[in-house]
């Protein structure tokens, strides 16, 4: 089981955005036909809609999807780590995001400069929190960690990230 977070250790989102921790659910996202595995290159214009995610689990089982950006503005510079992208809790297991309940409307990435990581988060929650839950005040600045202590969502149950940097324009003649 460990094998499957090292990329997440090498990727550094175990320790700029998360503790470590076990994965104890499945989950699968995709941006079209295109399957995101951890560290995968995807072109933002790909992932101008939010992606398809589905979750393993049962339906009296509740899940909290967390999507940030550690990398704003710059890698070199992430002043406004992290930056959230979207935010749904209440889920039911073996379901997608767009049963539960969204806390913030999906933000497609938009990297200015550099190579981002792209990270969605799922926490299985021990009771309904929509109604507790509200959009944060700045996509900027937005702690992965701190939100889970403060709604007691744990550690994750399931995380996948991918990478994305700015697309050249297109010439135009």
Partial sequence: MAASVDPLVVGRVIGDVLDMFIPTANMSV??????ITNGCEIKPSTAVNPPKVNISGHSDELYTLVMTD??????SEPNMREWVHWIVVDIPGG???S???EILPYMEPRPPVGIHRYILVLFRQNSPVGLMVQQPPSRANFSTRMFAGHFD???PVATVYFNAQKEP???RR
């Fill in 95 to 97: 379901t997608n995001p």
């Fill in 153 to 155: 969502l744990g550690l």
């Fill in 99 to 101: 049963r539960g309940k």
């Fill in 30 to 35: 995709y941006f079209g036909p295109k399957h």
């Fill in 70 to 75: 550690p990398d704003a503005p710059s890698p």
């Fill in 169 to 171: 324009a297109s010439r």
